[in-house]
């Protein structure tokens, strides 16, 4: 992916992401990005796993990836992962919010992107 690509056409499911430049890359060829941040064996992770690829779907001007920052660790630290599932989301490339509440259903992710997206 080209960092200077903001017309990439947007997924209609989460893309699997394994790096910080992978991140980075994605953030900055999308407008507006939902970051699943998970760990692998995490029950809640798995769980809100078809919620946000539902999310992906309903949301044609939402890109959505998923990425573990155990396989990249300064993500740990630079997004401040403390718990997963956490669910970043990102517009023209700045951070707007942070859901890190555990297991999400449709209905509070769509009110959490309604209230940090402009319209």
Known sequence: MSADTATDPTPDRPVALTSEADLDDFIAAHDRVLVDFYTEGCTLCASIEPVVGNVARAHEDLAVATINPRDDPPLIERFSITSAPTLL???????VGRLASGFQGGDAIDAFLESHLEA
Request: proline letters at 0%.
């Open 89 to 95: 989301l990102f517009e023209r490339g700045e951070l």
